[in-house]
């Protein structure tokens, strides 16, 4: 009796386990039946990450600019005693005599701000570091996210081809889709857009900095300010040679200190505008946005082709 109670009480448990797997199974919850995620379940948690992580690079690459305005200021008392001293008086007076070129001081205090405190030529390098390692950021980002994704799917190479290819084949599928996403939706998105870049943002920079500084037509008649549109900084010069025609000849406290001052605030607005731009101009975080948006939609379609499929369409960008 006892034997017959436990074989029965043993069939009662074999059915509610048999009951309990269908149950599960029916919604979706048992493992016996589980299924492979799709290609957007996959991709989306890597292409998420990605997309924060380069969005906050968009803010911060900026370092190769701070570092040489940071040098500029530094040097802007060494450029207000040259520009106060006697050198820059005597120009003033022969740009005053008849019959003479009348642009000497202008070029003089062009020259000692170039070399003293900050060149064209450097501003350009600056800017073009800072958009390069953005886009290498981007580069890195990506390939850190293909190494995740391949072993998301290791386990899955039976339906995701991804999980069976080495990382230099996931690189290389990964470029070759986003290149031909690029050629499909008409994005132009190229890795060597930084020295046009550079110009972009300089040219739209500086004329701003030269409205809003005030610099006076007849300043920059003279040709000080001739360098905008080839990266040069004849926008502050020419506020300074303002600053400097009036403090030579004029009885101000401490000449020097209010020049210097008003060097460093001026090269601090361009420095911002620059970096972060604002509501009338595009800095390079603007800029830096508009790629970081750009190549994100790349990337999904890169990703989503490498788990065999593809989006419904490919947004145009022109």
């Given at each position: ?186 994005n132009d998105l190229q890795t060597n857009i930084s020295s046009q870049l550079v110009s972009i943002v300089v040219g739209e920079v500086l004329t701003q900095v030269a409205i809003r500084l005030g610099v006076s037509a007849g300043i920059l008649g003279t040709g000080a300010a001739s360098g905008w549109f080839t990266l040069g900084v004849g926008v502050i010069v020419g506020l300074v040679i303002d600053q400097i ?74």
């Amino acid at each position: 009796m006892k034997k017959r109670a436990t074989w029965g009480l043993f069939a009662v448990v074999i059915c509610l386990l048999g009951l309990s797997t269908l149950w599960f199974d029916k919604l979706g919850l048992g493992t016996s039946k589980s299924r492979t995620p799709s290609p957007e379940t996959i991709a989306a948690p890597h292409l998420e990450r990605a997309e924060e992580s380069i969005s906050k690079a968009a803010r911060t690459h900026f370092q190769a600019i701070e570092t040489l305005f940071d040098r500029s200021r530094s040097q802007s008392p060494t450029f207000a005693k040259s520009a106060l001293g006697w050198g820059s008086k005597w120009r003033i007076i022969a740009d005053a005599t008849p019959f003479t070129r009348g642009d000497r001081h202008a070029e003089y205090l062009k020259e000692q701000f170039e070399v003293q405190v900050l060149k064209g030529e450097d501003l350009s390098k600056a800017i073009e570091q800072a958009v390069n390692e953005f886009l290498a950021e981007i580069r890195n980002t990506e390939s850190k996210m293909l190494v995740d994704l391949r072993v998301d799917v290791e386990d899955l190479k039976s339906t995701y081809e991804l999980g069976q290819m080495d990382t230099a084949e996931v690189q290389s599928h990964f470029d070759a889709a986003v290149e031909n996403a690029m050629l499909i939706s008409g994005n132009d998105l190229q890795t060597n857009i930084s020295s046009q870049l550079v110009s972009i943002v300089v040219g739209e920079v500086l004329t701003q900095v030269a409205i809003r500084l005030g610099v006076s037509a007849g300043i920059l008649g003279t040709g000080a300010a001739s360098g905008w549109f080839t990266l040069g900084v004849g926008v502050i010069v020419g506020l300074v040679i303002d600053q400097i025609v009036s403090a030579i000849w004029t009885h101000i406290s401490d000449p020097q200190k209010n020049l210097e001052e008003e060097l460093n605030v001026q090269l601090k607005v361009m420095q911002r505008l620059i970096c972060f731009g604002d509501k009338d101009t595009k800095g390079l975080l603007q800029h830096f946005e508009e790629i970081a948006r750009s190549r994100a939609q790349l990337r999904r379609v890169a990703v989503l082709k490498l788990l065999g499929t593809a989006p419904d369409s490919i947004p145009s960008t022109k």
